[in-house]
């Protein structure tokens, strides 16, 4: 499946100018722009991940390509930066022809709900509206997916897949409690430390610790990493983290029971950022929801390792969803 993953399936990066903020974008599969593709056989649904924090978008490309074979290459799967997570590589250029035009209304894109309204612009502008959307949430990515429902029931969402979800009391989970007080109060330290070390660093220095980070972590991606490395991207990650410390504490019930046919959530037993206690709560507020537990023991970054399973098992949830769009698709041909 690997060798086959790697050489078959086409995946396009680019970079786009999304609120006026570099913005990387891989697209899995043919369809490299939906807006403009007028074709009978333009896909009738997209869909679209959000990752955790960071937001570096190349870990998730091999589980975008597992998803995109298990679904037999008939719809589009994207993966896109969080504002601030991705700054444009020398030798790429940035598309500039579908931005925002109320690019600059958003008020602290970097942060938090800057970060829903970032992704709330792209799907409005490169999005056609009547495609129907499956959405993934990753780690935080999960709390934007239910934002997202929340301010815009306008969109055709059908399904929303919450992995591994922190939506609620980050700061008291395990690995909270350590997060805290590094993101919050200790965050200008970390800026200054990032800015003296990296920014002086020649690239060729990047890459080859880059290389020998992600070899002894046994991890491969055919795309460049060095945003890692950037100060800028790493400071808005932690920004981005002191406000989830802080603003992520109420799960939001009302949201999830409003849509709830449509959410399926996938806690971990030994995720130190959601514990199991967390699923057991949510399991007691909404007893008729599609809340699943990890019999697998993948962890919280399951795109490093664990990329085939989640992708198997996400492919096999979105199975009934997938054969009444295409029988609807047929049906719309005769």
Same mark, same amino acid.
């Given at each position: ?27 899995? @599969? ?17 869909? =679209? ?13 091999? =589980?975008?390509? /597992? ?18 997570? $991705?700054?444009? *590589? ?30 709330? $612009?792209? &799907? ?20 934007? /997916?239910? !934002? ?10 059908? +399904? %929303? ?12 989970? *395990?690995? @909270? +409690?350590? $997060? ?6 200790? +965050?200008?330290?970390?800026?200054? %430390? ?7 660093? *020649?690239?060729?220095?990047? %890459? ?6 992600? !070899?002894?972590?046994?991890? !491969? ?21 002191? !406000? ?15 849509? &709830? *046919? ?52 996400? $492919? ?19």
């Amino acid at each position: 499946m690997d060798s086959e993953i790697k050489e078959e399936i086409p995946v396009h990066e680019e970079f786009i100018l999304c609120c006026g903020v570099e913005t990387q974008v891989f697209k899995c @599969g043919p369809w490299t722009d939906l807006l403009n593709d007028q074709s009978a056989n333009r896909p009738k649904l997209l869909i =679209f991940i959000i990752t955790g924090n960071p937001g570096f978008p190349a870990f998730y490309v091999t =589980f975008a390509k /597992a998803l995109y074979s298990l679904i037999n290459r008939r719809f589009p799967v994207w993966i896109i930066s969080h504002a601030g997570h $991705a700054l444009v *590589p020398k030798d790429k250029k940035i598309l500039t022809t579908s931005d925002d035009p109320n690019a600059q209304e958003i008020k602290d894109i970097y942060g938090l709900h800057g970060q829903v309204e970032h992704k709330l $612009a792209f &799907l409005r502008t490169h999005v056609p509206k009547e495609t129907k959307l499956v959405v993934i949430g990753h780690s935080i990515g999960c709390y934007v /997916a239910l !934002q997202i429902l929340k301010h815009a029931p306008e969109l055709p969402i059908i +399904r %929303s897949f919450l992995l591994f979800p922190t939506i609620e009391r980050m700061s008291e989970s *395990p690995s @909270g +409690r350590i $997060a805290t007080p590094l993101l919050c109060w200790l +965050r200008y330290i970390l800026y200054v %430390s990032s800015y003296l070390l990296l920014k002086p660093c *020649p690239e060729k220095i990047k %890459s080859w610790l880059l290389s020998v980070a992600l !070899q002894k972590m046994n991890v !491969q991606s055919d795309f460049s990493l060095l945003n890692l490395l950037e100060p800028f991207c790493l400071a808005n990650a932690a920004y981005l983290g002191s !406000q989830e410390m802080m603003e992520v504490v109420k799960r939001d019930n009302e949201t999830i029971k409003e849509h &709830l *046919p449509k959410l399926t959530f996938y806690y971990g037993t030994i995720d130190p950022w959601c514990p199991k206690e967390y699923y057991e709560d949510i399991k007691k507020d909404f007893p008729e929801g599609d809340i699943r537990l990890c019999e697998k023991k993948i962890p919280h970054a399951f795109t490093l390792h664990f990329y085939q399973e989640m992708a198997e098992m996400v $492919a096999g949830w979105l199975k009934d969803d997938l054969s009444q769009i295409e029988t609807e698709t047929e049906g719309n041909k005769d």
